[in-house]
């Protein structure tokens, strides 16, 4: 935030110190403020996209650990490592997450 604040700010200092070619100089700036918005850009999306799929494991974490025994443990039913796959699979379907995340990541996006 700084660092851009600081680039903007950076061409009313240097503009009456140009004697000529200012437009180049402006031109040059314009080109810098782009790039480097461009890439805090680029890193913010990486860093939103990573903290959708946390969001998602904790959900479906939080999900798995509330539901996990009363989907596999019915009286007189023995439990099979497919019954428990197929349990955490739906588990992780119906978690909802899809569901908090279209919520959620409105308020996380730049546009």
């Keep these: 935030r700084n660092e851009m604040n600081e680039e903007i700010n950076r ?3 240097d503009l009456p ?3 000529g070619g200012k437009t180049a100089a402006i031109q040059q700036w314009i080109k810098s403020v782009t790039q480097r918005f461009n ?13 959708t ?5 904790a959900l ?3 999900n798995l650990d509330d539901n996990e025994g009363g ?6 039913v023995r439990t099979t490592r497919g019954r428990q796959k197929r349990a955490r699979k739906e588990i992780c379907v119906t978690s909802g997450a899809s569901i908090v995340i279209k919520n959620v990541l409105p308020f996380l996006q730049l546009e």
């Design 17 to 19: 110190t140009i004697g």
């Design 60 to 62: 479906w974490k939080a």
């Design 39 to 51: 890439r805090y850009k680029a890193e913010h999306k990486a860093m939103l996209k990573d903290a």
């Design 11 to 13: 061409i009313n200092q």
């Design 53 to 57: 799929t946390l969001l998602e494991l």
């Design 71 to 76: 989907v596999l443990e019915k009286e007189g």
